[in-house]
């Protein structure tokens, strides 16, 4: 597409577009991005396409995109309007067969600071749970006390403690301003107490492990991380998965959100179903959405909602027989 072709395309869409020349300079914008930005199309020419992406990271992404074939994306960052208000878009970068760059901004629903669709679904789930679990519990220790079979005790205390630790859940659920549990997270230990849980299922699947044994403990809550990875695995397998593996790796220069981050711990959780349905896959994460008619669409959207409150990302990538859900967490201390 060339210059002339993408501005006559680009005028009458209710998407924001610019074009930028190979030194990074607007050569025109779209009357929808005008508005959005409040910006005066002709005195936007000639400006630096800082008056869009206005961190210095966006910046050389767009300059890595003109050297690219494929385009670039920005997710969710925050663009000033000239009346000194910020509006939240994506943006994507491509170059075109002029050697210059089209951006497409997609401004995004505003979203309430507090109660999110999400959290307010959850924490009406954390309030109808906390009875039953009590329940739970309670007959748990029953059976703790008077089995005398070693084996049958040790499934009992099981169940009391995921039970305690599903309450915790629910309380901070609930109790939104209640402080995180935040501490030094052996990822490798919270990965063995999934394959105890996994392992105690009536027909377990077949679980394998490759681990980074020279990975550093991360800071954050242990378990609600747990929480997260339980979800990925009981998603795989309710699925149809028969064969889990749970690799731990480290990873250099990794975009999290709008930040690149020096080293990144990645858990894969890795299974052998049937994959994501193609209609599934741009809306994966978002809740309520669900491949299984009996699905609640809880599952994927609370295990992205904790990876990103730890500073992470969860991403997925997959085909029929191999799919990979793959949590990303920064390493260092959050307290240091």
């Known amino acids: 597409m060339n210059d002339t072709a993408a501005r006559a395309w680009a005028e009458p869409l209710a998407t924001g577009v610019a074009l930028a020349d190979a030194r990074l300079r607007l050569k025109w914008v779209n009357p929808a991005l005008a508005e959005l930005l409040d910006i005066g199309p002709r005195s936007a020419v000639g400006q630096s396409l800082a008056v869009l992406l206005h961190r210095p990271e966006w910046m ?6 003109l050297q690219a074939s494929s385009p670039h994306q920005l997710r969710g960052i925050d663009v000033p309007s000239s009346r000194g208000e910020m509006a939240r878009v994506d943006v994507s970068m ?19 600071p507090s109660d999110t669709p ?7 789930f954390a309030h109808e749970v906390k009875n039953p679990l009590a329940g739970l519990r309670g007959a748990a220790q029953l059976l ?4 005398e079979d070693e084996q049958l005790r040790s499934l009992a205390g099981l169940v009391i403690a995921e039970a305690d630790r599903l309450g915790a859940l629910a309380n901070r659920l609930l109790h939104q301003g209640a402080a995180a549990q935040l ?3 052996n990822i490798h230990e919270q990965l063995e107490r999934l394959v105890e849980l996994l392992q105690a299922e009536p027909t377990p699947p077949t679980l394998r492990h490759d681990y980074d044994p020279s990975l550093p403990d991360i800071y954050g809550d242990a378990d ?4 997260l990875l339980l979800n990925l695995a009981r998603n795989a397998i309710e699925a149809g998965a028969r064969t889990l593996t749970f690799r731990t790796r480290a990873e250099v220069g990794v975009r999290l959100g709008d930040r690149m981050t020096r080293m990144a711990l990645r858990v894969d959780v890795i299974d052998d179903g049937p994959g994501v349905p193609a ?3 741009d809306t994966l994460f978002e809740p309520l959405v ?15 909602e904790i990876a990103r409150d730890h500073g992470g990302e969860l991403r997925h990538v997959g085909r029929p027989g191999e799919t990979a859900f793959s949590l990303y967490l920064p390493m260092g201390h959050a307290h240091d």
């Open 60 to 65: 050389a992404q767009a300059q890595r995109a």
């Open 94 to 112: 491509q170059r075109i067969a002029s050697g210059e760059l089209l951006l497409e901004v997609h401004a995004l629903a505003p979203t309430a």
């Open 118 to 124: 999400l959290s307010a679904t959850l924490r009406g």
């Open 144 to 147: 703790q006390r008077r089995v």
């Open 183 to 185: 501490g030094d997270v």
């Open 224 to 227: 609600r991380l747990l929480q």
């Open 279 to 281: 209609h599934l896959r």
């Open 290 to 304: 669900s491949g299984r008619a009996d699905g609640s669409g809880l599952g994927l959207a609370l295990a992205r």
